[in-house]
């Protein structure tokens, strides 16, 4: 079992996003509201706190949604899920449709550390039921 740990969103692409208490996912879109939402196979970018901390403890300061992540998760090591798997938190069904991306402009975090998790263990899914999930609210892969 998995917990949200943030939910965060931005109104444009190319910078940090925000973290919000709770947020509405519409089908086959994303976010509502959220930049990077839309009719494509990354309407959703998860990534793990654990990852998060990890990096941390590295020396990176970096808060929630520093990567462009939307859903930072707890208890679930997302980068191991399969493309196809299915997530639910409250009545929002996600599938996992990629595991990481390439990077080809490096962010601020790349050039700060040398590093940056996302590329990596982040991953990307598509909305197949809509609602809304809050902070500190369950989620779970759905067998």
Do not use: Y
């Amino acid at each position: 079992m998995g917990k949200i740990i943030a939910i965060c969103t931005s109104d444009i692409k190319g910078i940090q996003k925000s973290g919000v208490e709770k947020a509405t996912f519409v089908v086959e879109h994303g976010i509502q509201n959220d930049a990077h939402a839309g009719p494509w196979h990354r309407q959703v970018s998860l990534l793990s706190h654990e990852a998060i901390e990890d990096f941390r403890a590295k020396g990176a300061e970096v808060n929630d949604g520093a990567f462009g992540e939307n859903i930072v998760v707890s208890g679930i090591v997302l980068h191991e899920l399969p493309v196809g798997t299915k997530l639910r938190a409250n009545n929002v069904l996600f599938e996992v449709t990629q595991i990481g991306k390439e990077c080809h402009q490096h962010c601020q975090i790349f050039h700060k550390m040398g590093d940056c998790i996302m590329p990596r263990l982040g991953i990307f899914a598509r909305v197949i039921e809509g609602g809304e999930i809050g902070k500190d609210d369950a989620i779970n892969i759905e067998a």
